[in-house]
Structure formats: C-alpha cells, structure tokens
C-alpha cells in the first residue's frame, strides 16, 4: 500500500541501495508493472496488511473485500511474479509472509483480519509445497502484535491492550526488530531445510 512521500525518500536516503515502488498492492495491473519490471529477485517478504476491525455482525463488504485483496491477493499475485521470476533464473530463493497469531486464536471484532490471515497460512504451505521443487522456501512469521503505527492505533486503549498483555507469557507486545530478526532468519540459509512452516513471534500467547 502506497506509504508517504517522505518515508520513501528517507528509505531511499539511509539505504542507497534499495528502489522504493509506491503502489496499491491489490491494483494487480500496477503490481504486474512495477514489480515485474524490477527484478531479478532471490528474496521476498510480503508484509503490506490492513486491519479493518468491525464485530462480525457488523462486517461490511467494503472491510471484507480491501482486507481480502490486500492480506491475501496481493500475497499470492506478488509471489507469483516473483516465483516465476526466481524459477525462470533457475536460483534457489525464499519468500516470507508475515502472517499473524490471529491466523490461529479467535479474537473479538478480528473476524475478516482472523479470516485472512488464516487464509493466508494455509496459501503460504501450498506455495511451500509447490515451489519447493525450485528451491524456493516459503515460510510464515505469526507475530502478536507489534509495535506500529498500525499496532498502536489498534491497541492504544489501555484497557484493550491490558487484556491482551494479561495472555502473553512474556508480558509485553512485539517491538518491529523481534519481527525483523524473524524473517531474516527465514531468508537466511541458517533455514535452509525450514518450509511450509509457521515461526510465532507471539510471546507464548498461543499457549497460554
């Protein structure tokens, strides 16, 4: 999804080597252009998502349809243009999609976030399974939630975030480098034999 002008151009300032592309992910035409057109590729982290947060009774298709397109659509219609791109070079390459805890645990008013990034999971194991003869690993990283600004719109009510804090283990939220560390072992070849696999970043609220 498309970020500010001027978070790109910091981007492009404090790392000279990468090419910033502001684009609306689930617009396939423009994801078809801009990210066909700038590769080769070995490696891939899918991690634009939307929240759209509204009890089930209350779900709008408008909510349902921009979280589908985006936390699942795009996922799938970018890894198919990088996979094809990796597979028509005949390199080894890996791809990480940052998935959820709600991808496994009901959570009040999540009803198309929970969906989705279930959803999102099981695509994930399939693209493992099928890209796997390429030599491409396909893995997940399933974080609690973290510290964005996204996070801290979601969880800013002190009340709602307590609730939640009680059920981690850990006792706090994600920070964004416990993710980062995350998926930069699961690009790395200290994963080599790691696919199909969901890495929970959740401070132990899946057991709890």
Not at 191 to 201: E, R
């Amino acid at each position: 999804l498309p970020r500010p002008a001027a978070d790109l151009e910091s981007l492009a300032r404090e790392c000279p080597g990468i090419e910033p592309l502001c684009l609306d992910l689930a617009d396939w035409d423009a994801a078809e252009a801009a990210v066909g057109a700038a590769g080769p590729f070995e490696l891939l982290v899918n991690n634009a998502a939307v929240a759209e947060l509204q009890p089930f009774l209350e779900v709008t298709r408008e909510a349902l349809q921009r979280s589908l397109d985006v936390n699942f659509g795009a996922v799938l219609h970018v890894s198919q243009i990088v996979a094809r791109q990796m597979i028509a070079q005949g390199v080894p390459g890996a791809i990480v999609n940052v998935s959820s805890q709600a991808s496994q645990r009901a959570l009040r008013d999540h009803a198309v976030y929970c969906s989705t990034k279930s959803a999102l999971d099981m695509l994930s194991k399939v693209m493992a399974m099928e890209l796997g003869p390429h030599k491409i690993r396909v893995n997940t990283v399933n974080p609690t939630v973290v510290m964005t600004d996204m996070g801290r719109i979601n969880w800013s009510d002190p009340q709602k975030s307590a609730a939640m804090i009680n059920r981690i283990p850990l006792g706090k939220f994600a920070e964004v480098d416990d993710v980062v560390n995350s998926i930069l072992f699961l690009l790395s070849d200290k994963s080599a034999m790691t696919t199909g696999s969901s890495l929970m970043v959740d401070g132990g609220f899946l057991v709890s």
